[in-house]
């Protein structure tokens, strides 16, 4: 018998990690497997993992504040940006270096059933992909010198400085997976209902 390549969600989908369709894939699993993904390994400040649910939610506000004109499509792209994480997990950049071309692959196939499911290209346009990597590696940086434990100069040096006027007010937010969970999911169907 081959290898099992496919997971059971707990919304009774059965997600085929090889050939990943659009019917199997629901926001619900989504929000729930990224609440419960810690970034930076886990390794951060607080009674609660940092969770990829938190960190799209703030990619899409940064992506927002970056991009005032986007059209909701892109913001829904911007938070969705990590969703194949719910079930391949978050890896750290030296760890997707050293597995190479594979990981890729995989994500892309998520990806592209991700966002068919969701009406978005199965790729976006490449400008879009660039403003949400930018949104993305500032909030890298907020999390680092925030809960990661990076000084500010390091931080820097890795992701870049952001433009104060973009980060202004905004808080790296520790929350229970549940609450994680149900902002996430928020945001998507508030989104979806202003396409």
Not at 41 to 62: C, I, K, M, R, W
Not at 79 to 103: C, F, Q, R, T, W
Not at 159 to 188: C, M, S, W, Y
């Amino acid at each position: 018998m081959p290898p099992r390549a496919w997971q059971r969600m707990l919304s009774g989908r059965r997600l085929d990690l090889l050939d990943p369709t659009p019917m199997d894939i629901e926001i619900d699993d989504i929000a729930h497997g990224l609440a419960f993904v810690a970034r930076w390994n886990g390794q951060t400040v607080g009674d609660f993992p940092y969770s990829v649910a938190e960190h799209s939610v703030l990619v899409e506000v940064l992506f927002r504040r970056m991009q005032p004109k986007a059209p909701v499509k892109w913001q829904l792209a911007a938070l969705l940006h990590d969703a194949p994480e719910y079930v391949i997990g978050d890896m750290i950049s030296p760890v997707k270096s050293a597995i190479g071309p594979n990981y890729d692959e995989l994500d892309q196939r998520l990806t592209a059933a991700i966002h068919i499911r969701f009406g978005l290209p199965a790729v976006l346009p490449k400008t879009v992909k660039i403003a949400i990597k930018k949104a993305d590696k500032i909030s890298a940086y907020l999390e680092a010198t925030r809960i990661a434990g990076f000084s500010e100069a390091e931080a820097e040096k890795i992701f870049g400085k952001p433009k104060p006027e973009i980060i202004e007010g905004l808080d790296v937010l520790l929350r229970a997976p549940v609450d994680a969970r149900n902002a996430f999911t928020q945001r998507h169907n508030d989104l979806l209902a202003a396409l």
